[in-house]
């Protein structure tokens, strides 16, 4: 199965920018799509952005369109999150997440996860 680790999450000012990356291993298949979701305290986990992995198509959530970019390196397993002009709205932890197929919303049907890491963006 695939194993997802997140790293660099972080405190940061509104209007600074971080990037996020997360390392895949294990048994990774072409036909494989990537996300990245986040969940603030009280709200249900929600989709950021995703990414097909043999492809590189992308799709992002209207509230982060314009300022983060999804991308993957297929040389060293990683997809990244840079996030720009960011928002106290913005914070949330983030997780890395996995599937077998094509990019989808809902955050229930990924089967694969990582820890999360906590971004938070102060006014």
């Known amino acids: 199965q695939v194993q997802l680790a997140e790293s660099g999450g972080g405190l ?3 209007g600074g920018s971080l990037r996020l990356s997360c390392a ?14 986040r969940q603030a ?3 249900e986990r929600e989709f950021v952005a995703g990414i097909t ?3 590189g198509s ?11 970019t999804i991308s ?3 040389a060293t397993n990683t997809v990244y999150l840079q ?13 890395c997440a996995a599937r077998g197929g094509a990019i989808m919303v809902p955050a229930n049907i990924y089967g694969y996860w990582g820890q999360g ?3 938070t963006v102060s006014s």
């Open 41 to 43: 305290p009280g709200k």
């Open 12 to 14: 940061v000012q509104s």
């Open 117 to 119: 890491t906590q971004v």
């Open 72 to 74: 993957r390196d297929v």
């Open 83 to 95: 996030m720009n002009s960011l928002k106290p709205e913005d914070t949330a932890v983030y997780y």
């Open 53 to 55: 992995w043999t492809a």
């Open 24 to 37: 895949v291993s294990g048994r990774f298949f072409g036909g494989y799509a990537m996300g990245w979701f």
């Open 58 to 68: 992308t799709r992002y959530a209207d509230s982060v369109k314009g300022r983060f």
